[in-house]
């Protein structure tokens, strides 16, 4: 069964400053994906990440993908407060009891002044 | 366009109650899927259809019954609430389970007293 792990959960950061959050999975997968959640709200997708040594950057967001370490990043480049969301990461599987994404737990990020 | 939509947006319910939320999409696609969310554990898969006519179990379907009503609809129900189904509901759905991403609704918040 694929498992998913986000870290760190919780991250309050200064605006400015850069940090990155990681994503590691259990199992080979062949897509990953990111989605930002704002309080109250829904899930938006940010990125789609389909093979090995993928990079996309929107912004001031930047996530990649190295299947070889089942680990996915998304680094954050001088935050500021418009960025503060909580962040998922989502691993593709097919069929069985998992359907079609596992989500990890969420990474709560705060940007303060 | 409105993508995907959840009735109701808040329900508050006794326990021992049943209740029904919908979801429809307007994108066409072939998979939707019943999420449940709840603080510090990400989402969870409850239920999802792959295609029209099919429904398979996901990882936390105790208590829950879905129905497929056509392409567009996805309905979920509970026959007999209880306290622990206290949570925010998100209906999502993708153009196949292969395709991946998922399009989600604004959620719905139900609880259970």
């Known amino acids: 069964e694929l498992k998913v792990e986000q870290n760190p959960l919780f991250l309050s950061m200064q605006e400015g400053k850069n940090y990155t959050i990681y994503c590691n999975y259990s199992?080979?997968?062949?897509?990953l994906y990111w989605y930002r959640q704002d309080p109250g709200k829904s899930l938006e997708s940010l990125f789609v990440?389909?093979?090995?040594?993928a990079v996309k950057q929107e912004g001031r967001l930047m996530a990649s993908l190295d299947t070889k370490a089942r680990l996915s990043t998304l680094h954050i480049t001088a935050a500021v407060h418009d960025l503060s969301a909580t962040y998922f990461c989502a691993v593709a599987v097919y069929g069985g009891s998992q359907g079609n994404l596992i989500f990890g737990k969420g990474t709560k990020l705060s940007v303060k002044p | 366009n409105a993508g995907v939509t959840q009735t109701p947006k808040f329900q508050v319910l006794k326990t021992g109650q049943s209740m029904t939320l919908q979801c429809a999409q307007d994108?066409?696609?072939?998979?939707m899927y019943w999420y449940r969310q709840d603080p510090g554990m990400g989402l969870r898969l409850i239920y999802y259809?792959?295609?029209?006519?099919?429904?398979d179990k996901g990882e936390v379907p105790n208590g829950y019954n879905v129905s497929r009503l056509n392409k567009r609809e996805f309905s979920l129900r509970l026959e007999s609430a209880a306290p622990s189904q206290t949570s925010v509901y998100f209906c999502?759905?993708?153009?196949?389970?292969?395709?991946?991403?998922?399009?989600f609704g604004e959620g719905s918040r139900l609880t259970v007293l």
């Open positions: 999502a759905s993708s153009e196949s389970p292969g395709a991946g991403e998922l399009f």
């Open positions: 259809s792959a295609s029209e006519g099919t429904t």
């Open positions: 994108m066409n696609h072939n998979s």
């Open positions: 199992t080979t997968s062949d897509r």
């Open positions: 990440l389909l093979s090995n040594g």
